[in-house]
């Protein structure tokens, strides 16, 4: 099946620690997204990329970097830069990002919280 | 600038009854509009979307939803609720630049009591 699995599922940070949270999608999109979840606040956009080797900052990008060196791979850092890591971590992908009419697809998301 | 409002927090009804979960929406240009449900600790999943068309969406699980331009809504129904749509419901519309993000609602808890 098809899909975008993210991992792990729930991950632990130390303080002065940068963590990787690993986003890998096998739908053949080329577009996509990290957000971050937190109580009562809907999603936030980390960072977005259209296409591979290409990538740009979402409305809350301080704290966090990522790579896109492959298609279908995705990850996302959290720095130590980043204070207020605690939240759940979702990453999207979809068709094409100037397709208007196609969704996003998530992943099961990841779980971080600090240690 | 793009936004979505999702007046309730929380949304009670009873198993078997009519259920709406509102959304509003500020757009400029032709609005691209999506709903979305999260269950716990999982990720979000794809109800129905409305491009253009007929103001009456039909989408997954008998979910529909009715688009109201001059009210610039855009609220999720079902006609009879079940415990099991319990959930955490999302409302998005694209945004307008060239980045292909979505900009989401807060979010609407749905409690179906049996």
């Known amino acids: 099946d098809g899909g975008i699995t993210q991992s792990p599922k729930y991950l632990f940070r130390k303080e002065g620690q940068n963590v990787t949270l690993s986003c890998e999608q096998n739908?053949?999109?080329?577009?996509m997204y990290w957000y971050r979840q937190d109580p009562g606040q809907g999603l936030r956009l980390i960072y977005y990329?259209?296409?591979?080797?290409?990538?740009q900052k979402g409305d809350i990008a301080e704290g966090y970097s990522v790579s896109r060196e492959k298609k279908e791979s995705f990850p996302l850092t959290v720095t130590s830069a980043q204070k207020n890591p605690t939240a759940f971590y979702l990453c999207?992908?979809?068709?094409?990002?100037?397709?208007?009419?196609?969704?996003?697809?998530f992943g099961d998301g990841t779980r971080l919280s600090i240690l | 600038a793009q936004s979505v409002a999702q007046p309730e927090d929380q949304v009670n009804v009873a198993e078997g009854n009519p259920l709406t979960v509102k959304c509003t929406y500020s757009?400029?240009?032709?609005?691209?509009l999506f709903w979305y449900v999260q269950y716990p600790n999982r990720g979000l999943q794809f109800l129905l979307k409305?491009?253009?068309?007929?103001?009456l969406v039909k989408g997954s699980y008998g979910f529909e939803a009715e688009f109201n331009k001059s009210q610039t809504s855009f609220h999720l129904k079902k006609p009879s609720a079940l415990v099991s749509d319990s959930a955490l419901y999302f409302c998005?519309?694209?945004?307008?630049?060239?980045?292909?993000?979505?900009?989401f609602g807060q979010g609407t808890t749905l409690q179906v009591k049996p």
């Open positions: 757009v400029s240009g032709n609005p691209y």
């Open positions: 409305y491009i253009t068309g007929d103001n």
């Open positions: 998005a519309v694209r945004d307008g630049g060239n980045t292909g993000k979505l900009i």
């Open positions: 999207a992908s979809s068709i094409d990002w100037a397709i208007s009419n196609q969704p996003q697809h």
């Open positions: 739908l053949n999109h080329d577009a």
């Open positions: 990329s259209q296409i591979v080797n290409d990538f």
